[in-house]
């Protein structure tokens, strides 16, 4: 699971003494921890799949994070924040590119909104940026 490995990872940057791999590891951590402790409550638990959107998630506001950063031309945070960045995506599977993401969706008989929104989240669940899906749908 993709948890163990961001575990391992966390032993491995705190031996190596990087605070920034150790820090963004750690909130991955807590996350997926946190998440999981509301699935069992539910009676659920949590996969690669949940971890997948952890991820996601992350890398989605370490982004916004840098811009903010960026604009107010603290490059010292920029740089840090990249590193962070780098460690996130390690972790995320090779999302569907937009070619990828309009092959699929011309292959699908009705291509209504959510009827593409429903079977790229029903099928890809993890493995494709549902905002691009999204703008690739309304473009058609």
Not at 109 to 125: E, R, T, V, Y
Request: glycine share 4%; no cysteine; aromatic share 4%.
């Amino acid at each position: 699971m993709i948890i163990d490995d961001i575990k391992k990872a966390k032993v491995d940057a705190m031996k190596r003494r990087d605070e920034a791999a150790k820090g963004i590891l750690s909130l991955l951590s807590d996350r997926y921890l946190n998440q999981s402790i509301e699935a069992k409550v539910q009676g659920k638990t949590l996969g690669d799949v949940e971890m997948i959107a952890i991820l996601m998630k992350v890398g989605k506001e370490l982004e916004d994070e840098k811009a903010v950063y960026a604009s107010n031309g603290a490059l010292d945070r920029v740089a840090n924040i990249d590193a962070q960045l780098a460690v996130v995506q390690t972790f995320l599977p090779k999302l569907l590119s937009e070619e990828e993401v309009r092959a699929e969706i011309s292959k699908l008989s009705d291509q209504s909104l959510p009827s593409i929104m429903k079977h790229f989240k029903a099928n890809f669940s993890g493995k494709v940026d549902m905002g691009l899906v999204n703008k690739v749908a309304k473009s058609l």
